[in-house]
């Protein structure tokens, strides 16, 4: 996405965003899924609604500050490649992190 421009073929740019919307649906319920599974006995609702606190604080705070990002960088393009960054971090705590065996 960083690498399209407003000359973009429009057939590319709604592929994408079709690959985007099919891949991007559901992750939620497996989240919380996670979550709750993972809490203590009966702390499912608090464990939850903590982790959704912490997703909407992103879904409200993020395009405003992708949005400021954008514009004193003089494009889009360097945020969604600063996109990349937490994405890249997350990887490497996911890889050095122990998982214990499935429940």
Known sequence: MPLLSVHSPEGLVLTLLCAYGATAVGWNGVSLATVARASPPGQAATATAGTLFFTFSGVVSG?????????????????????????????????RASFGPAR
């Open 63 to 95: 395009p405003p500050v992708f949005g400021f990002i954008g514009g004193a960088l003089g494009g889009y393009g360097w945020a969604f490649a600063l996109l990349a960054l937490p994405l890249a971090g997350s990887i490497v705590l996911l890889t």
